[in-house]
């Protein structure tokens, strides 16, 4: 072969055939452990959930399991074809004098600190009377017989501890959840 500044297409070609033909033969004796890895050392393993109790096994007709299911699906109507009212959200916080001037008490301005939630939900040609309210621990279900809304609570609430006020001026209804913490004996002192 002839040593050229750059190499030739042949020269290209001859090399690699040389080199398949290597790489081939390699493959041939070595065929029983090429596909071995770091992981097939040591005995064969089990099967994650064979054997263990706490683990229940799957029903292959499963789509879901019970822990990808959002708490509350129960309640989600796909049938009715009633509207969603227009609603907001607001975290509320108790804020005293020495909270704001002096800062004894560990509270700030984060949610964490927040004591109660009040949701506020437009009810447009909407009475008092005709409104079911139905709060659960991170569920709030409310019917009318123009409007629907089934809100998922973004935070656990005390459902007996709330109260509800209806402003017919504004068609406006004000539902006030007490939030329940886990760690409230931490953030309120």
Known sequence: MEYCGVSSVQNLEALSALLST????????????????????????????????????????DIWSEDEVSEGSQYDDVIDSRPQPEYEIILKQSVGTE?????????????????????????????????????KEKFLDLRTPKYK?????????????????????????EVTLLMKRPLDFINMQ
């Open 22 to 61: 290597q790489q081939e033969e390699e493959e041939d004796e070595d065929s029983a452990c090429a596909h071995l890895g770091p992981g097939h050392i040591g005995p064969p393993s089990k099967k994650e959930n064979e054997g263990n109790p706490w683990i229940p096994p799957k029903n292959s007709k």
């Open 149 to 173: 809304l089934g809100l998922h609570l973004p935070h656990p609430v005390h459902s007996q501890e709330g109260k509800a006020q209806f402003f017919s001026e504004r068609e406006e209804l």
């Open 99 to 135: 909270d704001l001037f002096l800062g004894l008490s560990r509270k700030d301005p984060s949610s964490m600190c927040c004591e109660a939630m009040l949701v506020k939900i437009k009810l447009p040609d909407t009475k008092a009377t005709e409104v079911v309210l139905d709060v």
